[in-house]
C-alpha cells in the first residue's frame, strides 16, 4: 500500500514540512548533477560513515543531520518525500513549527544512531530521510490512529486504491521493517542505499523515538476537532 494523504484537516500551513521536502528535492538534484567521483566524495563528506562517526564524532556528527537530505535514487527520494507529505502536516499541526522541525530532524540522527550501533566499523555510507520519517509515523500512530489514509493498493497488473486507518498503515510498516531488521541483523552493518540495502534498524528507531518524543514535544497538549 501506498499513501496518497490522509482525511484529517489542519489548521496551520505546514511550511516546515513543504520547506523539508523542496530542501531534499534541491539536494537530490545537485546530487544527480555530479559525476561518479564527485557523488562519492559528497557522500563521503554529508553521509553517515559508520566507521569515521566511530573514530571521530565531534567532527563527524554533523553527518547525522546532513545525512537526512541525501538520496541514493529516484524512487528514494519520491518514497519519502511522498510519506512525509501525507503524515507531516499533521505532526506539524500538533507540535507547531519550531518543534516539528527539531522532532523531525532529532528523530532522523537518533535514527542514524540506530543503524550506526548495528555496524560501527562499516564504511558504507548511510543516508536519507528514511529515519526522520520513520519518527513522523511513530508520532502519527499514536496520535491518529483511527485516521483513514487514502492508498494506492497494487494488486499483479491492477491499480486501485482504499481507505484504510494510519494503525492499520503504519502498524504494516513498522511490523514488516521490524521482521527484515531481525532477518538481516548479521547483515545490517553493510546495509546502504547505495548498495541497493535498506536501513532496516534506521526505520525501525525512528519510529519508536517518534512515539517516544512525539508526546515529550506536545503532541497531546493541543485539543481536537
Same mark, same amino acid.
Given at each position: 500500500m501506498f499513501p496518497l494523504y490522509d482525511e484529517n484537516p489542519t489548521r496551520i500551513t505546514p511550511y516546515v514540512t513543504y520547506g523539508l521536502i523542496g530542501m531534499n528535492v534541491l539536494v537530490f538534484l545537485h546530487e544527480v548533477s555530479l559525476s561518479n567521483a564527485q557523488t562519492e566524495q559528497f557522500l563521503q563528506l554529508y553521509a553517515v560513515v559508520p566507521q569515521q562517526l566511530t573514530n571521530n564524532f565531534a567532527s563527524e556528527w554533523t553527518t547525522l543531520l546532513t545525512s537526512q537530505?541525501?538520496?541514493?535514487? *529516484?524512487?528514494?527520494? #519520491?518514497?519519502?518525500?511522498?510519506?512525509?507529505?501525507?503524515?507531516?502536516?499533521? /505532526?506539524?499541526?500538533? @507540535?507547531?513549527?519550531?518543534?516539528?522541525?527539531?522532532?523531525?530532524?532529532?528523530?532522523?540522527?537518533?535514527?542514524?544512531?540506530?543503524? *550506526?550501533?548495528?555496524? #560501527?566499523?562499516?564504511?558504507?555510507?548511510s543516508l536519507g530521510a528514511s529515519g526522520? /520519517?520513520?519518527?513522523? @509515523?511513530g508520532a502519527y500512530i499514536i496520535r491518529f490512529p483511527h485516521t483513514r489514509v487514502m492508498s494506492l493498493v497494487f494488486l499483479g497488473f491492477f491499480i486501485t486504491t482504499i481507505r484504510v486507518p494510519a494503525l492499520v498503515l503504519i502498524g504494516l510498516f513498522f511490523v514488516q521493517n521490524v521482521i527484515a531488521g531481525l532477518?538481516?541483523?548479521?547483515?545490517?552493518?553493510?546495509?546502504?542505499?547505495?548498495?541497493?540495502?535498506?536501513?532496516?534498524?534506521?526505520?525501525?528507531?525512528?519510529?519508536v523515538f517518534g512515539i517516544i518524543l512525539g508526546p515529550l514535544f506536545g503532541l497531546f497538549r493541543r485539543d481536537d476537532y
Open positions: 537530505f541525501l538520496h541514493g535514487g *529516484w524512487w528514494h527520494l #519520491i518514497s519519502n518525500m511522498v510519506f512525509l507529505w501525507v503524515f507531516g502536516n499533521n /505532526i506539524e499541526d500538533r @507540535l507547531g513549527h519550531f518543534k516539528y522541525l527539531i522532532f523531525y530532524l532529532s528523530c532522523g540522527a537518533l535514527a542514524a544512531l540506530c543503524q *550506526w550501533v548495528i555496524g #560501527i566499523n562499516s564504511e558504507i555510507p526522520a /520519517i520513520s519518527g513522523i @509515523l532477518a538481516n541483523l548479521q547483515a545490517a552493518a553493510n546495509m546502504s542505499v547505495e548498495t541497493g540495502g535498506v536501513a532496516y534498524w534506521a526505520h525501525i528507531g525512528g519510529f
